[in-house]
């Protein structure tokens, strides 16, 4: 167990984000796991180069902060442009990379919805960063979650991002998400992946993540584009379930470590199945009851992987 928790997860934030983004998600995944959650954009702001910026730019500057904290190895979390990096690392590295998680993910910056999103997101950035900022609450938040703030709320919210905000750079990374093409390199991945959706994204809508990387498993959250904000719990549970299941994925090869990662499987799925009960008894009349079905499902999906590696062992 020590090993596992000395194996990092690696957090890597989308187009607008920042490290703390994930702070959240980080208190529910520290109590197990290390986390490293670079931020590549302060990194990018700091250089002085008027090159454009690349995916591969952006992906040296997450693999750069993981070496510096003396890691060779880890479980990679990438959330919307984040995805697009992670999979670039997780090609580019596989000797690095264990297992994938992609949240809220896109392939290409050159379809035409997106490429229409991100245009009117320069445009409105240097314009007008209220109607950018309100564009972003809109589309990044599902509607239940946005409701339950009131102007006064909301207008603070505005305030306090448009302040805080380190605008310069943004620009530099938007125009990578209308670049970006991670296409080629998501063909080649191996690591085991999950995709995270979420039900109400209207930035990077479920069905531009549901096939980023061939066999893949998948699961949707309750939520708008920012997960993070809406559902870390979820999120946190998702992401270390996926990654326990990966800890004996180097021995399935004999049946002995078939059997042995089948009762993990077995294992979890009990856990998932009573997670899952707990959540809907305790908040069944709340959105938590998705929370519960979400358990259930990953429980009967881990019980069919256990039962389909002993068929395939011995068949």
């Not at 090159?51 to 040296?60: F, P, Q, S, T």
């Not at 442009?81 to 290409?108: K, N, Q, T």
């Not at 306090?160 to 125009?175: C, G, H, K, L, Y």
């Not at 061939?214 to 939520?223: A, H, M, Q, R, V």
Request: with cysteine.
């Amino acid at each position: 167990m020590s090993g596992e928790k000395d194996l990092p997860i690696v957090l890597v934030h989308g187009t607008m984000g920042k490290s703390e983004d994930w702070s959240r998600v980080v208190e529910e995944l520290s109590s197990s796991r290390s986390v490293i959650r670079p931020n590549y954009i302060d990194r990018v702001a700091g250089t002085n180069s008027t090159n454009e910026l690349a995916i591969k730019d952006l992906a040296d500057e997450v693999i750069a902060a993981v070496t510096a904290e003396g890691k060779q190895r880890f479980d990679l979390v990438g959330g919307s442009l984040g995805a697009a990096i992670a999979i670039y690392i997780a090609a580019e590295y596989p000797e690095m990379v264990r297992s994938l998680v992609l949240v809220s993910g896109f392939s290409h910056g050159s379809d035409p919805r997106m490429n229409l999103q991100f245009k009117l997101w320069l445009r409105l950035l240097s314009t007008d960063k209220v109607a950018f900022t309100k564009l972003l609450l809109v589309s990044g938040l599902s509607p239940g979650f946005l409701s339950a703030f009131d102007e006064r709320t909301i207008n603070g919210i505005i305030e306090s991002f448009i302040a805080s905000t380190n605008w310069r750079p943004i620009d530099q990374v938007i125009r990578v998400d209308l670049s970006v093409d991670v296409r080629e390199y998501a063909a080649r991945i191996k690591a085991p992946t999950l995709l995270i959706t979420a039900k109400h994204d209207q930035i990077v809508p479920p069905a531009y993540s549901e096939n980023l990387v061939p066999d893949s498993k998948n699961i949707e959250l309750n939520s708008g584009h920012l997960i993070f904000l809406e559902k870390p719990v979820e999120l946190a549970s998702a992401i270390l379930s996926f990654c326990l299941l990966q800890q004996d994925y180097p021995i399935v090869n004999e049946l002995a470590s078939c059997q042995v990662l089948g009762r993990a499987f077995r294992r979890h799925a009990q856990d998932a199945s009573a997670f899952g009960h707990i959540a809907s008894a305790r908040h069944g009349d709340g959105n938590l009851t998705y929370t519960g079905r979400e358990h259930r499902s990953f429980g009967t999906w881990c019980r069919r992987q256990s039962n389909n590696l002993l068929v395939q062992k011995l068949s």
